[in-house]
């Protein structure tokens, strides 16, 4: 039986899990993004059975061993190799069929083959727009900040006011830097907006709990910083953010829980805030976590937990 690992293997999170699947006894089939001339992959459907293989330089793997998918892949489009390709090169056409056949597999192997995945693509697609994710947020008992999408600047004023206070974020799946609306400095910008919609949110104070959902299990880091944005506390506040584990309460642990699971999200980053007032806000729930820094600063056996889970089948 065999853990497949589709990703970077010198990505930190990769490598983590990677190093996790050794020390566990697995071997895994890496499949690596950037080597798709090294690389095939004949998978079909038919009857309702999911059959074919993977094969990787000299291995070839029966897609029926496989018992765990760790799914952390980039774009064809992206690729060093194929950054100025056209689409329709050989080489383009051939990374983008493999993609595609192995984005297939991956939705279809948990039910196919009983295989365990962390996580679909489709899966991971709710956190592509933050107000829509919200929603489900909201659906699993967790407060979300009070927020607004607007191209009005007179909306986006009012907001701040009424708010005491507003930061501004990318309303999509794409990493942005978290900062503070400054209605002074920030008056011509404001203006801006007309032609781009932008995310505001209330300024939500308090402490910063970063939650990783393994299954059942969860892993929790507090974190120790001012910055607005604690993974960029160098930039903006001059030092580093600390890192601690931090026992959840068992209510919400089982609320972090039971949000991945109707995420559909095995493998989750749950965005908490202990706010001052009270609240337990959930910022976001991440469908790939970038865990690597949380396992190393707060010493949370993150790739343990998910090398167990994904061999757990076998």
């Given at each position: 039986?065999?853990?497949m690992?589709?990703?970077?293997?010198t990505?930190s999170?990769?490598?983590?899990?990677?190093?996790?699947?050794?020390?566990?006894?697995?071997?895994?089939?890496?499949?690596?993004?950037r080597q798709?001339?090294?690389?095939?992959?004949?998978?079909?459907?038919?009857?309702?059975?999911?059959?074919?293989?993977?094969r990787v330089?000299?291995?070839t793997?029966d897609?029926?061993?496989?018992?765990g998918?760790y799914?952390?892949?980039?774009?064809p489009?992206?690729?060093?190799e194929?950054?100025?390709?056209?689409?329709?090169?050989?080489?383009?056409?051939?990374?983008?069929?493999?993609?595609?056949?192995l984005?297939a597999?991956t939705?279809?192997?948990?039910?196919a083959?009983g295989?365990?995945?962390?996580?679909?693509?489709?899966?991971?697609?709710?956190?592509?727009?933050?107000?829509?994710?919200?929603?489900?947020?909201q659906?699993?008992?967790?407060?979300?900040?009070?927020?607004?999408?607007?191209?009005?600047?007179?909306?986006?004023?009012?907001?701040v006011?009424?708010?005491?206070g507003?930061?501004?974020?990318s309303?999509?799946g794409?990493?942005s830097?978290?900062?503070?609306?400054?209605?002074?400095?920030?008056?011509?910008?404001?203006?801006?907006?007309r032609?781009?919609?932008?995310?505001?949110?209330?300024?939500?104070?308090?402490r910063?709990?970063r939650v990783?959902?393994v299954?059942?299990?969860?892993?929790?880091?507090i974190?120790?910083?001012?910055a607005?944005?604690?993974?960029?506390?160098?930039?903006?506040?001059?030092?580093?953010?600390?890192?601690?584990?931090?026992a959840?309460?068992?209510?919400?642990?089982?609320?972090?829980?039971v949000?991945a699971?109707?995420?559909?999200?095995?493998?989750a980053?749950v965005?908490?805030?202990l706010?001052?007032?009270g609240?337990?806000?959930?910022?976001?729930?991440?469908?790939?976590?970038?865990?690597?820094?949380?396992?190393t600063?707060?010493?949370?056996p993150?790739?343990?937990?998910?090398?167990r889970?994904?061999?757990?089948?076998?």
């Amino acid at each position: 039986m065999s853990v497949m690992v589709w990703g970077v293997p010198t990505e930190s999170p990769v490598a983590l899990l990677l190093e996790a699947l050794s020390r566990n006894g697995a071997d895994p089939v890496v499949v690596h993004p950037r080597q798709f001339l090294e690389q095939s992959v004949d998978i079909g459907l038919s009857g309702g059975e999911l059959r074919g293989s993977i094969r990787v330089q000299d291995r070839t793997t029966d897609v029926g061993d496989i018992v765990g998918v760790y799914v952390r892949p980039i774009e064809p489009e992206l690729v060093p190799e194929l950054k100025d390709v056209a689409a329709d090169d050989p080489a383009m056409q051939r990374a983008r069929a493999q993609f595609d056949a192995l984005m297939a597999f991956t939705e279809a192997a948990p039910d196919a083959l009983g295989c365990r995945v962390a996580s679909r693509l489709s899966a991971m697609a709710s956190n592509m727009s933050k107000p829509y994710q919200a929603q489900l947020v909201q659906k699993g008992g967790f407060d979300t900040p009070e927020t607004v999408v607007t191209d009005d600047p007179d909306e986006a004023r009012a907001f701040v006011r009424a708010h005491r206070g507003a930061i501004y974020k990318s309303v999509s799946g794409v990493r942005s830097i978290v900062s503070i609306v400054d209605l002074d400095r920030d008056a011509e910008r404001l203006e801006l907006i007309r032609w781009c919609p932008v995310q505001f949110q209330e300024n939500v104070r308090g402490r910063d709990v970063r939650v990783h959902v393994v299954g059942d299990e969860v892993y929790a880091a507090i974190v120790d910083s001012s910055a607005t944005d604690y993974r960029y506390a160098r930039a903006q506040v001059g030092e580093d953010a600390t890192l601690a584990p931090y026992a959840l309460p068992d209510e919400v642990a089982e609320r972090c829980v039971v949000l991945a699971r109707d995420l559909d999200l095995p493998f989750a980053g749950v965005d908490l805030k202990l706010a001052d007032d009270g609240r337990i806000v959930c910022f976001e729930v991440n469908p790939s976590p970038g865990y690597s820094w949380y396992e190393t600063a707060a010493g949370l056996p993150i790739s343990d937990a998910l090398a167990r889970w994904l061999m757990r089948a076998a």
